[in-house]
């Protein structure tokens, strides 16, 4: 039963490892728990890489009167992804197996080595055998619950003998971040000069659109700065909450961007219908939620046994967040076709459809691919070229926002505006909303 218990804790944490990678120093409290593995952190190391491990208040529980502690069956180690199989094939044929034995572990300490004072410090050298390593507690006596508190710093030594506590697939990051910080500064830039010089066609959702570069801007300025002072001393100084508070405005501008765009809102009708406000009343309340799961996965850490529900919950609500915003995009569609055989007007609502069809193809691949792709990539390349990931990532996102706000930029004869004559020998095109009879139709 023991074995089975392992082997479903190491699974889990096998998966959970592929998709966490922490970087910097840790302060952890453990509570009364009984779990025979815990991961703490994961980190890509290079060369002489470093791992400090200190304890302190260690306490014991045991669920039976009569269990006799062995304090050689608890302790912290380290494991790289390609030794869990390893692992677990090894658990299968091995009698009364304990990871901490393991021959594929890399032990840090065992509580046998605890001494009477209340705190214990103990620092592995990696040494010749870089990799990605995970940090993990073992307590092969699940009928004993353990508390303590656990410091832990993860680090690499560059060439000044200088720490650098960014993982060593990442240590590009605050350039990158940075770099799409001055692009989209540009783009900032570019989109204020049309918006200018465009005032007679500007609508409320270019004010929108204009409010969502200034956020992402921010978003990727604070990661940098979080980044860069993270790999300088271990923590992030503050600009982790700014990072979190201009993700959390980007996140929600950008949902609602594209289901303004999507219902037709400011381009084919002047107000949102009730079944659309309902949806951007359902939409953004979810957002809130998946930021504050997304906050609390990022500090908390996968050693709290709360970590794996909120990613669950963060997976669950993302799901439902990018299923809400096909809905608008359904509407336009369907009643663009439908508009286009019966108000006499067909080729013009045919090019519209087509157009919302472009942009229906664009927002799923943009989704798939920052839900999926990204993960796939992550999957595939080495740890210690983890940047890829993020630059990928970034210029994808790039790519869609150059999508929609040239798509959907103040100009006039813009083929998603509405249109009154079209086809003709001298086309007459119109800026401003559909009127009643339109309205009716769309």
Request: aromatic content about 16%; proline content about 4%; charged content about 20%.
């Given at each position: ?278 949806l951007l009343m359902f ?159 769309l």
């Amino acid at each position: 039963m023991e074995n089975l218990i392992f082997l479903q804790s190491l699974l889990a944490i096998t998966i959970l490892s592929f998709n966490y990678s922490a970087c910097e120093i840790k302060k952890t409290n453990i509570v009364d728990d009984s779990r025979p593995i815990i991961l703490f952190e994961r980190f890509g190391f290079a060369l002489n890489g470093h791992v400090t491990v200190s304890v302190e208040n260690v306490l014991y529980r045991s669920k039976h009167q009569n269990a006799k502690l062995n304090p050689s069956s608890m302790g912290f180690f380290l494991v790289s992804d390609a030794s869990f199989p390893r692992i677990l094939n090894e658990s299968s044929y091995t009698e009364a197996f304990c990871v901490l034995s393991s021959q594929y572990v890399k032990p840090v300490f065992k509580f046998d080595e605890l001494s009477p004072v209340s705190s214990h410090n103990a620092t592995l050298v990696i040494g010749e055998e870089p990799d990605e390593y995970n940090l993990i507690f073992g307590n092969c006596q699940p009928e004993f619950h353990v508390s303590m508190k656990v410091f832990t710093e993860m680090y690499n030594v560059d060439g000044d003998e200088e720490k650098d506590f960014l993982p060593a697939g990442q240590t590009e990051l605050p350039m990158i971040y940075f770099l799409f910080f001055a692009i989209y500064l540009c783009f900032l830039a570019v989109w204020g000069f049309i918006c200018l010089k465009q005032t007679q066609t500007v609508k409320k959702i270019h004010i929108i659109m204009l409010a969502l570069l200034v956020f992402k801007a921010l978003r990727m300025i604070c990661a940098a700065e979080d980044k860069m002072f993270i790999r300088k001393t271990g923590t992030p100084h503050g600009w982790d909450v700014a990072f979190y508070v201009f993700g959390f405005l980007k996140g929600i501008t950008l949902f609602t961007v594209i289901i303004l765009i999507g219902t037709g809102w400011s381009f084919l009708k002047p107000y949102l219908q009730e079944r659309e406000k309902r949806l951007l009343m359902f939409a953004i309340p979810l957002q809130v939620m998946e930021n504050i799961a997304a906050v609390v996965i990022a500090e908390t850490g996968p050693a709290k046994k709360e970590w794996l529900v909120w990613n669950e919950t963060f997976l669950l609500i993302d799901v439902v967040c990018c299923c809400t915003i096909f809905f608008p995009i359904f509407w336009s569609i369907r009643s663009l076709r439908e508009a286009s055989g019966t108000d006499g007007k067909a080729s013009r609502n045919l090019e519209k459809l087509t157009l919302f069809k472009q942009f229906y193809v664009v927002v799923v691949a943009y989704l798939y691919f920052t839900r999926f792709g990204v993960a796939m990539i992550g999957n595939a390349v080495s740890y210690m070229h983890e940047w890829v990931v993020a630059a990928a990532a970034e210029t994808v996102n790039l790519v869609f926002y150059l999508f929609i706000f040239y798509n959907f930029r103040p100009i006039e004869k813009n083929p998603y505006l509405a249109v009154d004559h079209y086809g003709e020998s001298s086309p007459t095109y119109r800026t401003k909303a559909y009127g009643e009879d339109s309205i009716q139709e769309l």
